[in-house]
């Protein structure tokens, strides 16, 4: 059964959910609506299947501004949030890993 989650900025359609991950097709109707950073429960992998995204991510204290057009990995500890949407919707297809902690914002 397709599971279906969606919030004011996205629509996720879990496809395939298992203990050891899954996959999930992703429509971004528009950026973060948060303003603050935060992570994910699981590392994972975004296949952008249209349009593409702009992202704030902080490395070791640094914040840097990254476009992604084809794909993107990030790690659960990876601190970002998406500020603009190169086209709306954007698609994607993600890959997630296991869930190894909860999500957090940061500040």
Known sequence: MIRRYETAHSIRWHLLETRHGGVQLVKLKQPN????????????????????????????????????KRYSRRRSRDQHIITRLLDQPTWLVRFHGARVRRAIAHA
């Open 33 to 68: 609506p948060r303003e603050q950073l935060h992570t994910h429960s699981w590392g994972y992998v975004d296949v952008v299947l249209r349009g593409g995204y702009v992202e704030l991510r902080r490395y070791h204290g640094l914040s840097v501004h990254v476009t992604v």
